[in-house]
């Protein structure tokens, strides 16, 4: 049965999540204005919530299953501006876990699995086209001889650890391309900076330099160091896999930014005098009520697609498409719902004294990582049109 | 908790409309528009598939269905993607049934419903629109006054579908307060019904104007008695159901334009490799799951009879800024060839810009 | 000195020319009921109307120039839904006249100048791409002998002779493309049918078809039968200018269109006592307000595109990046702004008993004819990237 | 006569103010952001323009020019695609001063003027914002009162431009009806002035709150004397400043995001070559050119004394709608890149997103 309802009990969640989000605001503004200062293990507020995973423990498995839920904690959370008042990132919670658990072998999913490790995929050179990275690797006796320049590396500087995608064969396009595990502290591995950003600055985005970084033969991840030359080798889509499994949950993010600053703008307004009456007709309407219907429109909207991108993976279905369907509408609504919250809210809302201009800064990044809008309908396009990479570009 | 599962029924109605709409009606959907009429072997076609009755009691000789405006909204999807003209057309009556179903009196319903559970086409229909641009059902200006146990009517309504045989009305009026429904035979004294002179969309659609001039209704006229109706709730019901037809659209249009684009070559190769093209039909298609996400989601909380103006006030919106863009990109994409009436595009446009405007011409 | 003043003695002719085009809306609805029925020479109602040149005789030369003028006419009399009072198109007056002027002989002007001609170019199977064109003159004797369909003529039933895109030379591409102008009742030149159209009924397009159809050696425009291998040949370019002066014409129509579709949206919701208020600010004005005050905003942007690459082609000044962006936003404004102003009247905009929903119908062809918004863009970006149009196609 | 043609003045000014935008503005614009404040040093350097002493005229000390909104909307437009906030600085001054010439009272003109006619610069200031969300100048809450002769002001006033060293404000308040500007002294009675704790955009800039505890003013501190001010003309001439400033931004992030377009290489060619990316730049270079048209139909409107109310909502709007569009496109363009401060892009979108939501920080 098609159903849009969220139980009681996991309202309750959801609630307790948000209500932990909001009390983490108090916090915010201190650390945009010193944003390389790390977070503390756990503020004090943090005793007054009930850890996450106590709080799912106790969920109904006849519930709404468990990857939709996760785009709603996400949408509670991500809504709210507050720093988490528990350090989140914890051993196996970096992105390069996931590409971990995807590529490794089981000993590899053993030896590294409780450590934070980041993903580093993305060169100066390159952006969203990781056919065209120039890291390389070179096999010399049993070691792996790392060379390149890395950028965007999402938890660069707190990882233990790093999956490095480079390549063995520059000659075999995408299948020569191999992922490497490197630990921090390895010779020849240089963090060179930590980046300034618009936002999310309380997550940490590094540069990094390999120069005959040397790693052992057994860091590749999956141990395959075969490079087939046929299109669409399996290790590249192994590797390939983890973006289809987070392209909805990046977007949660940005649909959480967009439902944020929706929110922010109709409590504030509200507070103003200026509310929506849902059963005025659109004559009966302001300028400011149809805004924010439009408002909140687009950002459920968008909810919506993510939704049901999940809940395909929950299903065991195909979500290709409705992955980047998901990921191209979060990549919107971040964008164009906290831009016109701003301007319902006028001057004000660029104070300090508010959040809400922060709902623009962090939400901005969905529409680029894990593929921009672009490349999310390059491949809604080729799936529709049935073409290959190749036949559209 | 959150599902995306049809159930088995729905699937079952899903998949036969659809074959329904891909054979019966998409084939003559052009011709029609065309005519500018409906021939009445299709209304009989399309009444043969019961769609009205199946959710008439079987008391009342109907299937004795479950009332579902979400199996409604997938229905419409499916019907309003073969022709948005006949599926306005095959639904007109449920118009009138369905608040019948969701409002009426035992004795309303005993009177009425009956007539619809035949084999032969029977018209009867909603009076919702009137004259004013400005026109909202928070701003009715067809009057209902109490007189004695009775009712007097006052005002006109326009673009009735049917209203050249409909045997009866459900005339929308408003005592002051609250929004009533009237059934409102089509012989009542005062009443006068004359041909609308025509409409951009749903072309083939006849509708009617009707004057009512001081109409005297007994005091079993008014739908409900005297609980009268759920007004929000049959307005929301009306546009999501319009909201669904709009969607079934968009989907045809996108589905029509796609192989399109890959067989018509400019400047050496298919339009649909050109970014431009390609990202507006992925546009298109992003849109239109997008829209039924939103129609669902109206549809699924009137099913459980949740208070669905919000989710219905977005999806109306949404699909208002959204249904029109992918009717018109995909006239786009076909060039100057959009532009001809040999192709279905620019009267997809039509119909698209019409059922987006209308409050619902068809509603299950 | 930057100025947007209309003077009094060009109000007045503008006055003149919307009140004409609104004597003649009562009979708009007949022709669109009756597409294919020809206009008569002149209604009844044309006594009352000074014709437009000995209105425009009287202007003075210190005035708004005559191309910007020009558009000011076009906004006036097509943002009304009233068919011609006089039969407007008169020898001289086709698309094929404009091209006959700009590319042909002295002696070939004077000769067919005084006809209507239509403009054939477009072929089922080419739209946008001229140099695709597959229509074929082959020179036998002293005759050039045709081949090929043509689609979209306009005017193709009423004129009299029509210019023909048609190559000489396949190989050599754009540069092989030459004109030729057939004369109506030519052996081998048939009307193949009259199109139905969503909108300008009163403009006539037909389908054509060329089958051994012989013209005289002259009648090739220019008289240059040369097929020069470079590059945007000369004779190419001669050909493309027609294109160059007509785009904001076009654009004109498409900006007339939204600017009479939010006119009557104005009009009417102030029937209904719903207004503008300009000195209101956001807050306080209502959803209609709102959305009238964007539609106004869209045209009148569009409609100062429009006039400035027309005052730029009056100063004899390069236009074409100009004439593209004109070329866009009016293409944009003629889909959006009608679309718009209907979903704010509501259903009774639907209804024939109103002429709205004609500006909708009317306007669509703005964004296509005369290149298409995708073409204008194209040009846009290859001029502003300096790119040529193998580089970015 | 409808024209296009700047006057010879205009164009020198155009082409200085471009050379100094581009050489001196330009090149310091991202440090200044990042520090959060504007060097003195580079402030004297804006100030020695002349820009605020243009129009004053000469027998107050200033260089005697016409005051032209057009030609101000010129300036604005070279001096914010340089830097918004640096264009704001220098222009601030010109919020108190260019008000005083269009509406004040010799007196007040004489009392005022010579202040800003020196060659070191001088900082006054408009104060015309307030807390609440829903603000608007139609709403003001900050309040004037007749008391004998003269006035008494209370309210709040917020991210008033150069608060930390203004030695006069323009306050903006009501009295029920008519919106009146009174000139306030810094050292008035019952005015309190904090320091702003931050804002997004034009984040070099500093700004205070103003609070106003029932500040007693002389009767001559209304400006205008018994006329009061067209508050109508001076708030068009505020937002025409602002649109011209955002005008300024999207051009040199267009200009800035051609070459890296043309330069970047992705999946074996420029970016450039796509047309998603190029159909971009085209919209981006369409909106400049459109937006600038509206700014200066409503500027012009401005000069000629006309009722520029229209014009001014109209541009506003237009603006407000594509400048932030095509400052975050522009950061599209860049990726990852346009998100990183190193860059400018992520500062021109906070920019472009705070002038257009101020009703103007700085006006000419």
């Not at chain 1, 959801?14 to 010193?34: I, P, S």
């Not at chain 2, 025509?198 to 609980?227: C, F, I, Y």
């Not at chain 2, 659209?249 to 431009?276: C, H, L, M, N, W």
Request: charged share 25%; proline share 4%.
């Amino acid at each position: 049965m098609i159903d849009f309802r969220i139980s009681e009990a996991d309202q309750h969640i959801l609630d307790q999540v948000a209500a932990e989000g909001r009390a983490g605001e108090k916090y915010a503004r201190h650390f945009e204005e010193h944003e390389h200062e790390p977070l503390p293990e756990a503020f004090p507020e943090a005793a007054e919530f009930e850890p996450l995973p106590r709080l799912l423990a106790r969920r109904s498995k006849e519930d709404t299953p468990p990857a939709t839920f996760q785009m709603l904690l996400s949408f509670a959370r991500q809504s709210t501006n507050g720093v988490p008042l528990r350090n989140a990132l914890r051993g196996g919670g970096g992105l390069g876990n996931a590409a971990l658990r995807a590529a490794g072998t089981k000993e590899q999913i053993e030896k590294w699995g409780g450590l934070i490790l980041a993903m580093s995929i993305t060169e100066p050179g390159a952006g969203s086209d990781t056919k065209a990275i120039q890291s390389t690797a070179r096999l010399d006796g049993e070691e792996w001889v790392l060379n390149g320049d890395k950028i965007f590396v999402t938890t660069g500087i707190r990882a233990q650890g790093v999956v490095v995608w480079a390549t063995v064969d520059k000659s075999a396009g995408r299948a020569g391309i191999k992922s490497f595990l490197v630990m921090k502290g390895t010779q020849g591995f240089e963090i060179v900076r930590q980046e300034k950003k618009l936002g999310i600055r309380t997550s940490d985005t590094a540069a990094y330099a390999f120069r005959d970084c040397r790693v052992p033969r057994e860091n590749l991840l999956g141990l395959d160091e075969s490079v087939p030359r046929e299109k669409g080798s399996a290790s590249y889509r192994g590797v390939m896999k983890t973006f289809n499994m987070t392209r909805p949950g990046v977007a949660s993010g940005g649909v959480a930014k967009a439902l944020g600053a929706v929110g922010f703008a109709r409590d504030a307004l509200a507070e103003d005098g200026i509310k929506v009456d849902w059963q005025a007709g659109f004559h009966q309407r302001s300028a400011t009520q149809q805004a924010l219907i439009e408002m909140e429109a687009d950002a459920e909207a968008a909810s919506l697609t993510v939704l049901h991108a999940a809940w395909l993976a929950d299903m065991g279905r195909p979500n290709n498409v409705e992955s980047s369907v998901c990921k191209a509408k979060g990549g919107e609504v971040c964008r164009t719902v906290p831009q016109r919250a701003m301007e319902l809210l006028g001057a004000m809302s660029v104070s300090h004294d508010h959040l809400v201009e922060k709902y623009l800064r962090d939400g901005r990044i969905s529409d680029i990582y894990e593929g921009t809008g672009q490349i999310q309908r390059l491949i809604i396009a080729r799936s529709i049109l049935g073409y290959s990479s190749e036949e559209l570009s | 908790m959150i599902s995306f599962q049809l159930d088995e029924e729905q699937e079952l109605i899903r998949d036969s409309l659809e074959g329904f709409a891909r054979e019966v009606l998409r084939p003559q959907a052009r011709a029609i528009d065309e005519a500018g009429a409906i021939p009445d072997e299709i209304l009989a076609q399309g009444w043969e598939l019961g769609l009205v009755a199946a959710t008439i009691p079987e008391e009342y000789g109907g299937s004795g269905g479950t009332r579902s405006p979400m199996t409604g909204a997938i229905m419409l999807e499916q019907l309003g993607g073969g022709c948005a003209s006949l599926a306005s057309a095959v639904m007109a009556s449920s118009t009138f049934v369905n608040p019948l179903l969701d409002f009426g009196t035992d004795e309303q319903k005993r009177d009425y419903l009956p007539l619809f559970a035949g084999p032969e086409p029977h018209y009867a229909s909603l009076a919702l629109q009137e004259s004013q641009f400005g026109f909202g059902a928070d701003r009715l200006r067809t009057k209902a006054e109490r007189r004695g146990n009775g009712w007097v009517l006052s005002g006109t309504k326009r673009l009735v579908p049917f209203g050249d045989r409909a045997s009866h009305f459900l005339v929308l009026a408003t005592g002051g307060e609250a929004i009533d429904a009237f059934i409102v035979p089509r012989d009542a004294k005062g009443l006068a019904i004359e041909p609308e002179a025509g409409t951009m969309g749903l072309k083939p659609l006849p509708t009617a104007k009707l004057s009512l001039d001081r109409v005297e209704l007994p005091g079993g006229a008014r739908l409900g008695g005297d609980n009268g109706i759920d007004a929000a709730r049959l307005l929301n019901t009306l546009r999501v159901a319009s909201a669904a037809i709009a969607v079934g659209i968009s989907r045809t249009v996108t589905d029509f334009a796609i192989p399109y684009a890959k067989e018509r070559v400019a400047f050496g190769e298919p339009i649909a490799k050109k970014q431009a093209i390609a990202f507006m039909l992925a546009d298109m298609h992003i849109e239109c799951d997008t829209m039924r996400l939103m129609v669902w989601k109206a549809a699924s909380q009137l099913d459980q009879g949740a208070d669905a103006t919000r989710a219905t006030v977005l999806a109306q919106d949404y699909v208002r800024r959204h249904a029109v863009k992918v009717a018109d990109d995909g006239l786009q994409i076909f060039g100057g060839h959009g532009f001809i009436r040999d192709l279905p595009l620019e009267m997809w446009l039509r119909n698209t810009r019409t059922v987006t405007v209308l409050d619902g011409p068809a509603a299950v």
